[in-house]
């Protein structure tokens, strides 16, 4: 995750890792919480569904999502990395 970035956005995949853009500071947990509010958004999920498993304070993370079958997200993140999906917040950040 980039923080403090002009807008919140996907810029790709790197290996085995999303790397994700967000318009947020890093401080107060706000990075974080602009991180989870995209991936819900992107992947039509609610914000409640989704969380920082770990990483908190750094750049890399592990994010758990809930309410949701393997196979079903697996399926979200295909489409919205092949850009079937929006990859930009709709709130301007």
Avoid at 19 to 39: C, D, M, T, Y
Wanted: net charge positive.
């Amino acid at each position: 995750m980039i923080p403090s970035a002009a807008r919140t956005e996907m810029r790709g995949v790197y290996g085995d890792r999303l790397k994700v853009a967000v318009s947020a500071p890093p401080e107060g947990g706000k990075a974080n919480a602009r991180l989870i509010q995209a991936l819900a958004g992107w992947l039509e999920m609610r914000v409640d569904d989704v969380r920082v498993e770990s990483g908190h304070a750094g750049r890399d993370k592990v994010v758990a999502f809930s309410s949701i079958m393997e196979d079903e997200l697996r399926d979200k993140l295909n489409r919205l990395l092949r850009g079937a999906g929006p990859m930009r917040r709709t709130d301007g950040s």
